[in-house]
């Protein structure tokens, strides 16, 4: 088989996030591979260690995004893809999926590709709105928040979790699957994959390179745009106490005081 | 200028309209004229006229049966529905993202998601969310002249109309469902809890760990309050109490009035989804947990002595 990951370089959960001008501050140190795509680099693999075949790790962002393709090179993807172009700055989901569905169409004119994987959201905007996208821009079968991932005789199938019901979705390949962290448990990269992945190729395009005009995307194309962002304050006036065997009853006096029983 | 057509796709299961989806109309009247988009077999009397009630002035049906749980055909069904609507409001669910996202593509709306209001600003829909682990207040306007905006469980008041409600309009849409790759082999439906649902209480109590396993104080507290039950992933990892329960970016996101966190320490992904909540309260033994941070009212001590007195207490005031 062979399979793409997307992968999207965001900051880092434990670190202080912030917005400047409009768009999510993103740097060097702070910057990591988005924790829940670790979950779909990890389904990529074991498929193919189940079928055979290689995987790839695209990326679309700026230069420092080269850190979220060496981490899935890390944890053992084979062929790592960067696409990163001045002009695709402050690009909305809708432009991103463009970019990555002309990465995408390159490689499997190469050579097919079965599937591409995605994670279930991107933990800095926790959208989840770019695996359609992708899907609709790639015009394949889509498969949304897989729990569970299975291939056999060139169809896809997957168990969804809603809210309402579980669900068992079938499709034929090539298909956009995003997994949940449901999905698997990811591996830990192990110290010669991590040795590897620090010289391995990771090979650069440009938006000219995967054929997506500069007009049609970064901040200028974006349907959307953030106008105004500014930290939440702490919450005021917090109150904590410690139980002496009364703890239960100023619980309880907080809660009659602020009106909430 | 007339009042701009709001579409508003709302949300039912077995004829019984989502709490959400009140919020949705009411919002839908501060920006317009509300009409409701009702996919599935066909609407009630009685959810009809609820639907009048919270403002919607229609109802256009699209009797796509099953079909409606695929989002391709959903979304086909609710574009047929809403060609008129400058914006068009859904539930802000997994499955609704899918739909904004394909019926962006097909009328090149924009989309904002996960917001907890909207409104015109010099004839564009400004939306506003949290982010970050709700660390952050984010506004976003759309640029283009149709929006869609996803609205957060919880994050408008749903006010029925004061007046005399007119019972709407009932209209059936013409749909072609679109015939689609996937194909949904098997459903197995969820048995709907009791009590409110996660996303939409208003007062929701959370156990993780430190229950060890053991949520009958916690269910005692939440109903209690009239609110539901919540967990950590830990703890349904633990297979202590099911999926459904779990808070949290992965999991449900809730923006409760109130919302009490019982032997949960407060890891940045639970935090993700109930951060925005009103008040927050915390119980724990670790004076250090993190969930101390973000509360309004920690008491560092065992939920088990905790929770028993506090449940007395507020029997005793309720008494008086
Ligand atoms: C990709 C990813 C996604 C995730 N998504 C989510 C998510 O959506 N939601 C989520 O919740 N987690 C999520 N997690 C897990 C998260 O990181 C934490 O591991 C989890 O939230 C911790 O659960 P906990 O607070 O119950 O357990 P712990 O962190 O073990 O905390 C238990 C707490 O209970 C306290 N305690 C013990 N005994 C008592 C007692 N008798 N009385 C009072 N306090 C007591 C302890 O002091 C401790 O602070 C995710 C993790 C990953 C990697
Ligand atoms: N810029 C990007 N580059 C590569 N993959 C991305 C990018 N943005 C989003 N993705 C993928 O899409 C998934 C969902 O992201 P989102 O829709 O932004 O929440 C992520 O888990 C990634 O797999």
Redesign the interface.
Known sequence: MRILVTVKYVPD??SN???TDGTVTRTAEDGTMNE?DENAVEAALQLVEQHGGEVYALTVGPADAVAAVRKALQLGVHHAIHVTDEAAAGS???ATAKVLAGAISKVHAEEPLDMVITG??A???????LP??LA?ELDW?????ASSLEVADGKA?IVR????????????LPAVVSV???ANKPRYPNFKLIMAARNAPVTTWSLADVGVDAKSVGASA???????????PA?Q???????K????????????E?G?? | MSSPKIAVLIEH?GGQIAQPSLEALTLARSLGTPVAVWLGSEVLADAANELGLYGATEVRVASIGDDA?H??KAAAAVEAASRDAAVLLVVS???N??I???L??STG??????AAGAEFVDGRI?AFK???????????????GKAIVGVRPNTTLAVALDQEAVAPLVVDVDVTVPET??????????E?GEGV?L?EAS?VVSGGRGTGGDYTLVREFAE??GGAVGASRDATDEGWIS??HMVG??G?TVTP??YVACGISGA??HR?GMQASG???A?NLD?DAPI?E?????????LF??????????KE??GA
Do not use: Y
């Open positions: 959960l434990q996030r912030s917005f829940l909305d989901v809708f279930m959201a933990l800095d905007g926790l959208t989840s709105m359609t996208a609709v079968s889509q498969l949304s928040l199938t979790h809603l809210p309402d019901a579980h669900e068992t979705v079938v499709a034929p949940t962290d449901e974006s349907r959307t745009t953030v106008v105004d962002a500014s930290p939440r919450r006036n917090v109150t904590i106490v410690t139980d065997g009364e703890g239960g009853t100023e619980l309880a006096a907080f809660l009659i602020r909430l029983v | 299961r749980r989002p391709t669910t997994f499955v993202k899918e904004a996202t394909r962006a593509l709306a924009g989309v904002v998601v996960d400004e949290t982010v970050f682990a709700a660390t952050w207040n984010v506004r976003c306007r759309i640029n283009t790759r996937e194909a949904l082999t098997h459903v197995e439906p969820i709907a649902p996303a007062v209690l309050l999926h459904e970016q992965t449900t009035a109130l940045i992904h993700g008040t927050v309260v119980v004076p101390f973000i509360c309004d009212f920690g008491v560092v001590g065992s002595d905790v929770l028993p007195q506090a449940i007395e207490k507020i005031h309720r």
